[in-house]
Structures are given as structure tokens and as C-alpha cells.
């Protein structure tokens, strides 16, 4: 089946098979977040970004194979809220951008950086440090070397635009970070988000003007 991207609380997962790295979406509430369970395909170890909530319906995504990291995207509660008990069940690594680690109550193991490398087997992704929605969110980038890039964005851009800010010098610098590390890219690049469905920049390119004159 075609990969869409559109996932509901409650329902099944859609996986995206690219060659090197198989993508699983799931939403979860209340606050209809989604996950994602990364896996190399090459070494069969696992990742997920965002233990947001719902630990045993992450847990039966992730299976008896377990995951040897989580990443989260940034401390807002809502994108943690089944860390403590999927890294209880799992013994996995975490990561969260190293402005945001203090926010989140389960311990940081490795504090991120714009442009760290975070592994997955044999798969590189690379952190975008963004500034604006909180003080240590982070985007990862996975260049695929047989197609366009994969991003996973967070709560920094979503369908329509970027995420919620509460100053305008926080919005300036979401979109100077989502212009300068993120928009770089190819239209082709997928883009996963934090809550709903996913996008691409060549959506969303055209409508950047427009963001920064509404302000938000």
C-alpha cells in the first residue's frame, strides 16, 4: 500500500519503506501526537522519535525487538508524556536538544546540537537545532542517498506553516532557522510533523512570504 501519512488515535499505523529505512507513523493521544518508530533495515535496530503518550500502544509498535534510542523533538509535555515508561521497558538512550533537556523529567543521555549525527543502525540522521517554538527544539534530517530527503520536524513546521510561538522575536527566529536548515532542501523533502498529517517543502515553500507577513 502507498505510504499517505494520515494516521488517527485509535487506528492503524502507516509505514513508509524506503530501501535503507522503514518509517512507522501512529498517533496517539489526547493530544492526537505522532510517533515515529524508525528502523534500519541493513541491522534491524530501531528508534523512536517522540514517546509522546500511550506507552503501550508505542510499546506493541516498537515489538519484541525492542529500540535502542528515543529522541525527543522538545520539552513540551505532550511529546514525553510515556518516555519514562518506554525507557523503563526498553532500556533505551535518550536524546533531546540540549536547551530543551532540562524541561523534559526523564534524564537526558545525550544532549543534542544543531548538526549532531543520531544513529540508527546504519543510518545517519542530522540534527537542526531550531529556535522559536522552545528553546531547544530539534528537526532530524535523513538524506536518503536513493531518493530526497525525510524531516522530522516536530512541533517547528506543520501544513501551513510554523509552530505556535508566544513572542514575536520567537516567531523571527523559527522561520530565520526553518529558512536557513530546513528550506535549503528540495521541494521533494517529505516532511513528518509533531500532530497531523505530513507535507513537503514544495507545498509549503511558496507560502513563506505569507507567513511572515500574518506573523505566525
Known amino acids: ?4 501519512g494520515e494516521v488517527t488515535v485509535g487506528g492503524p499505523a502507516d509505514v513508509h519503506e524506503l530501501k535503507d529505512l522503514m518509517i512507522t507513523k501512529i498517533a496517539v493521544g489526547p493530544m ?16 523512536l522519535i517522540d514517546a509522546a503518550a500511550e506507552a503501550q500502544a508505542l510499546l506493541g509498535t ?3 525487538d525492542g529500540i535502542a534510542s528515543v529522541v525527543t523533538t522538545h520539552r513540551h509535555g505532550d511529546h514525553w508524556q510515556a518516555l519514562a515508561e518506554v525507557v523503563a521497558a526498553t532500556g ?22 544543531d548538526a549532531d549525527v543520531v544513529r540508527v543502525g546504519n543510518v545517519e540522521l542530522t540534527a537542526r537545532h531550531l529556535v522559536g517554538h522552545t528553546p531547544g527544539s ?3 534530517v535523513y538524506d536518503d542517498p536513493h531518493g530526497h530527503p525525510h524531516v522530522f520536524t516536530g512541533d517547528c513546521l506543520f ?27 528540495p521541494d521533494e523533502t517529505w ?17 513563506l512570504q505569507e507567513w511572515w507577513a500574518r506573523g505566525w
Open 1 to 4: 500500500m502507498t505510504y499517505s
Open 32 to 47: 492526537n501526537n505522532n510517533a515515529y518508530l524508525l528502523r534500519c533495515r541493513a541491522t534491524d535496530e530501531q528508534l
Open 62 to 64: 516498537i515489538g519484541d
Open 92 to 113: 533505551a538512550r535518550t536524546y533531546a536538544g540540549r536547551e530543551d533537556a532540562e524541561g523534559i523529567p526523564v534524564p537526558t543521555d545525550v544532549p543534542v546540537d
Open 138 to 140: 530539534i528537526a532530524l
Open 159 to 185: 501544513p501551513g506553516g510554523p509552530g505556535r510561538t508566544t513572542h514575536v522575536e520567537d516567531f523571527q527566529s523559527l522561520m530565520g532557522g526553518l529558512e536557513a536548515k530546513v528550506f535549503t532542501l
Open 191 to 207: 516532511i513528518y510533523p509533531g500532530h497531523g498529517n505530513d507535507t513537503t517543502l514544495g507545498d509549503e515553500r511558496p507560502h
